[in-house]
């Protein structure tokens, strides 16, 4: 079992077998603590094959530094099969969650396991306004990354990222 995609983000939605995610992010910014996130969502994208088949007992859970639950595990028995003339199936899951909270600053996980052994971990940092570098509010910085596909011609990746006055950042990326 493969996880193919699995983002924390503002939202997403399982389209006709697609998997449609909107404002991935990894950090959370707050002016006071404690902090909570109003909406966002878990989008996973699975990958089973034959050898996977069978019950699957999957867990989320939000984990803190010390390795405590941030909020209730969300769990999951789901029964994996394979149709004998496929070689794999993808199954796509958004876990909505409303009013996520954090008491303290600091460096966090979302771990998807499946029949106990870790999947994927994703980490996500929540940090207080005063420890986040100086940047004037809605000053653009921009990073470019070099990109090649199978030797052709280098692809330049154009990020922009600004910070607003209420300490939201807004990121954005295009294809050159």
Not at 59 to 86: T, W
Not at 97 to 116: C, M, P, V, W, Y
Not at 137 to 163: A, D, Y
Request: positive net charge.
């Amino acid at each position: 079992m493969d996880i193919q995609v699995a983002a924390l983000c503002d939202s997403a939605a399982d389209y006709g077998g697609k998997l449609c995610v909107l404002g991935t992010f990894d950090t959370i910014c707050a002016q006071k603590l404690p902090v909570v996130q109003p909406q966002c969502a878990i989008a996973l994208r699975i990958c089973v094959r034959p050898e996977d088949e069978g019950e699957c007992q999957f867990r989320i859970a939000f984990i803190d530094m010390d390795g405590k639950n941030v909020m209730p595990p969300f769990e999951a028995k789901m029964e994996v099969k394979v149709p004998s003339d496929a070689m794999w199936v993808t199954r796509n899951l958004v876990m909505n969650i409303q009013r996520l909270k954090f008491k303290e600053a600091g460096h966090f996980s979302i771990d998807i396991t499946g029949n106990g052994v870790i999947l994927e971990r994703i980490p996500l940092r929540v940090m207080l306004m005063e420890d986040m570098p100086k940047r004037p509010p809605g000053k653009i910085h921009s990073i470019l990354v070099k990109c090649s596909l199978s030797h052709s011609t280098p692809l330049l990746l154009h990020q922009r990222s600004s910070i607003t006055k209420r300490g939201v950042v807004n990121t954005s990326s295009r294809i050159r």
